[in-house]
């Protein structure tokens, strides 16, 4: 069994009596007191190298956005800072329960989104850093998120301990509660957003049930209309993407004719070769459309230089849009610590990764690998532009909104590792008290503490020229 296989494979042949010991006795090796600790190694490795050393491998000419970006303020750095957490959470205590990480699981990567059955969930988003890990590691990293956030917002310190505890303490509830189900009934919880509002009910206010309803009415109409009226445009009585320099352009504008009609024939054969590894029925809706623009466009904080591809599709008509995004896919954060993925294409790594861990996924979702104009072969995932997503604005949060995001969070995360990992383990390591709770506010703070260095240490090194920077 390689170092990256899942705790469930582990356990398949074990009783819940047996389960439940495991997690008991992983308190001895790990007591819950235990994760309150952060203190960084003498020889921790330069942040700013860190950060250099993802850079290399990305277009050089976005790398200063990237900088610029998160320089901007420390929960923007701490956005884009997942491989310098993984290298701190690599000596920090770990129980060996493993479960599959979306290893970026900070609070901006759980939001709204559409079920292929049109309706809205709440899940989580992002699994560019997916990969079998420990368990406590995506907590660590949301509870930080939350600190960061808080501080940010001008929160006590006692109103980010609330919310961390909200987060964390919804973590553990809900864990026990799917150590107690069969596997089928954690396999199909999945939390809508009309349910949520029901099961808030009582809790919600007159004002956040208001806000909620017009979060969910803003995630409906982020939809493939919205993006194609806001992305696109007619030129010459053709419909094309409306370029916005140096954050979307055109392939006809990026590089000469002989390079960019490589490069479109190259996306063209990724486009159609990655619909292999759809589901059939989605393969043939897909042949149904045809491939009419592609740019190149900047996503996120931490992606930032990562190659990344919209292709416009058409289908009935010029009115019958599909907007496909191609990310290109490298090793995750997490592999130096937990071992290589056992899939050979980082792209079906991720692929694999979201479909584990969301409750249902984008019908679009598939993975491919081509090979560049520079001659490198590179991974590459695929999925819907934008399908009904809402994103929280976490600068608009008061402490008592927040908590209620961070029950809502961690009750999420509690749910995509309970399909994957020993939820009766965890559940029994866990137990019934606050112990682990109170240990993660603790983490959280020293947490954001070393984030706020790292930040500092990033601007400095764009004053004095040692890496580059610019705002976009």
Known sequence: MTENHHSGDETRHLTPQERVARGKAARVDVPRS???????????????????????????????????????????????????????????????IRVQCCGDAHMLNFRLLASPERRLMFDINDFDETLPGPWEWDVKRLSASFVIAGRANGFSAKERATVVRAAVGAYRERMRSFAGMGNLDVWYTRYE????????????????????????????????????DKLTHVVDG????????????????????????????EITRLIEHYGETLQTDR???????????????????????????????????????????????????LAPYVGGSDFRNQGERVVAGQRLMQATSDIFLGWERVQGIDGRRRDFYVR?????????VAEDMSPKRMALFGRLCGATLARAHARSGDRIAIAAYLGGGDAFDRALVTFAELYADQNEKDHQALVDAIRTGRVPAEAA
């Not at 884009?80 to 770990?94: F, H, K, N, S, V």
């Not at 029901?198 to 803003?218: D, F």
């Not at 094309?240 to 479109?264: V, Y």
């Not at 996503?299 to 009115?319: A, H, K, P, Q």
């Open 238 to 265: 053709r419909r094309q993407i409306a370029p916005d320099p140096p954050l979307l352009i055109r392939l006809q504008d990026l590089l000469p004719d002989a390079e960019r009609g490589a490069l479109e024939t």
């Open 283 to 333: 393969r043939f809706l897909l042949r149904g459309y045809r491939v009419a623009d592609m740019a190149r466009k900047v996503v996120g904080v931490g992606s930032v230089g990562t190659r990344c591809w919209i292709v416009l599709l058409l289908g009935r008509d010029d009115e019958d849009p599909l907007f496909l995004q191609a990310k290109e896919a490298d090793e995750s954060v």
């Open 34 to 96: 235990s994760h309150a600790e952060f203190q960084p190694p003498p020889k921790r490795t330069d942040p700013v190298e860190i950060i250099g050393h993802q850079s290399a491998r990305r277009v050089p000419e976005l790398v200063p956005i990237r900088y610029g970006r998160m320089s901007e303020a420390p929960f923007r750095f701490y956005r884009g800072a997942a491989a310098i957490m993984a290298a701190d959470l690599a000596e920090t205590p770990r129980t060996g």
């Open 193 to 228: 957003a009309d349910e949520l509002e029901g099961q808030l009910g009582r809790t919600l206010t007159s004002g956040q049930r208001g806000r909620w309803e017009h979060a969910q009415e803003r995630a409906r109409a982020h939809d493939t209309v919205q993006v194609f």
């Open 384 to 392: 819907q532009l934008r399908d009904w997503k809402g994103i929280v």
